[in-house]
């Protein structure tokens, strides 16, 4: 008796997901908790594993779709694996053009013969649904049969020439100065893609955090050479101990929450007509995921080492480029980190993830000429960036506080002394 494949719950409050891609097809085995498909929610996305090992049997819904928790998206029949260790043979169908859909390609037979078959790569294949044309029709160019986007452009072009010279050959006309060259076709200058609903949840945040808050960034320059020397004297010994390199963003998490302890304002939020304030440190740490920038939140951050904090962000950042973060990992922040220096960035103003009050913005080091007791000389400087809700937060305190973190990165003892 087939088994029915569901929707799982994903988090508190999230009833709805976009189907993102079928990681296995119609007639393909699968693995007890192998994954099947990959779904999209407003907040993350993450992989459905198999509740059995079989043979998938029907897929009900199709990238793009969307489905309720709890619905019912595909059917499995337990079973073991084919003789041959591949995939079993799909239902049969009314014609031999049936495609048989994968995570990211379909296959389509033409000729009825083993050697038949055309590959059609994604963007093709949107492009095919868009104009409501038939891969068969089309001549692939691709290795392996493949059919590209370029192969369908190419198609269009020359259907949308055809009645012209249909036309100038039934009629003759007198020679004529050459037309200005034709703007290219608009398949080849623009593409229209739907937002993702994790795409569409940025915007609505970001847009929420711009209209609802009092946002302000003050700025200051940290000099890295402290932190390059330990890093440098202690970077063996601490990945051969802990299994993970020493970076700068614990660091920079540990003395953000020193800051924190000296001015709860900025680890607050307004809720209503009060000001909640936080006796809790969960850091939210920026990372660049599979389908866009994710939040993760580090929990009761203040309670873990140096090497807690790493193995935690790179666990996130691993994670997050497989669309691994699962959404409750996303909630409960009090406070966030971005740091654009990663991507090239010398200085930003980032903005708040609300209801947070602040966020700080670290930024790319440079090498640049500074004066240390009257004489110039070349150190490792960071800009620092401090965005925080001016309803809660005075400009006095937001300067202070990012002195604070200036302090303690330029002399990290501090961190450990508490002082």
């Known amino acids: 008796m087939p088994v029915e494949l569901q929707v799982p719950h994903v988090g508190e409050s999230i009833y709805e997901v976009t189907i993102g891609e079928w990681l296995k097809g119609e007639g393909q085995f699968v693995q007890l908790d192998e994954p099947v498909v990959a779904l999209e929610t407003d907040k993350a996305s993450l992989d459905v594993p198999a509740p059995v090992t079989g043979t998938i049997t029907q897929v009900l819904k199709q990238p793009g779709d969307t489905a309720q928790v709890g619905e019912t998206i595909a059917f499995i029949e337990p079973g073991e694996a084919p003789p041959d260790g591949g995939a079993a043979p799909a239902a049969a169908s009314s014609s031999s053009e049936q495609p048989k859909t994968g995570s990211r390609t379909m296959t389509v037979n033409v000729g009825g013969g083993a050697g038949d078959d055309i590959v059609v790569m994604p ?132 003395a953000t929450i020193e800051a924190l302890k000296e001015f709860p304002a900025l680890n607050a939020e307004v809720r209503g007509t009060n000001i909640v304030y936080k006796r809790y440190y969960n850091v939210g740490v920026a990372v660049g995921g599979g389908k866009g920038l994710v939040v993760p939140v580090i929990k009761d951050a203040d309670r873990l080492s140096f090497a807690g904090v790493e193995q935690t962000i790179r ?47 670290m930024h790319g080091i440079q090498e640049r000429a500074v004066v240390r ?47």
């Not at 480029?321 to 960035?345: A, H, W």
């Not at 070349?378 to 973190?405: N, Q």
């Open 315 to 361: 666990d996130f950042a691993v994670r997050a480029q497989k669309n691994k973060i699962r959404p409750d990992e996303l909630q409960g922040g009090t406070f966030t980190i971005s740091n654009g220096g990663v991507y090239g960035s010398l200085l930003s103003t980032p903005i708040i993830n609300p209801p947070q009050a602040a966020i700080l913005g």
């Open 123 to 254: 963007a093709a294949r949107r492009l095919l649904s868009e104009r409501g044309l038939r891969p068969q029709d089309i001549t692939p160019t691709g290795p392996g049969r493949r059919l590209l986007k370029e192969d369908v452009l190419r198609h269009i072009e020359m259907k949308d020439s055809e009645p012209k010279v249909a036309a100038s050959q039934a009629a003759p006309r007198p020679a004529a100065p050459s037309p200005a060259p034709a703007s290219a076709a608009p398949a080849q200058r623009e593409e229209i893609v739907a937002m993702s609903p994790l795409r569409r949840r940025i915007a609505e945040r970001l847009v929420q955090s711009q209209q609802t808050a009092a946002m302000l960034t003050t700025f200051n320059e940290v000099d890295m050479s402290e932190i390059f020397a330990l890093r440098k004297s202690y970077k063996e010994a601490f990945t051969e101990r802990h299994g993970t390199k020493l970076g700068f963003m614990s660091f920079f998490v540990k």
């Open 373 to 419: 007791d009257g004489v110039v000389v070349v150190r490792p400087m960071m800009y620092l960036a401090v965005t925080y809700d001016h309803r809660l937060v005075d400009g006095r305190e937001s300067v202070t506080f990012l002195r604070r973190i200036k302090d303690c990165i330029e002399h990290p003892s501090r961190i450990l002394l508490e002082v």
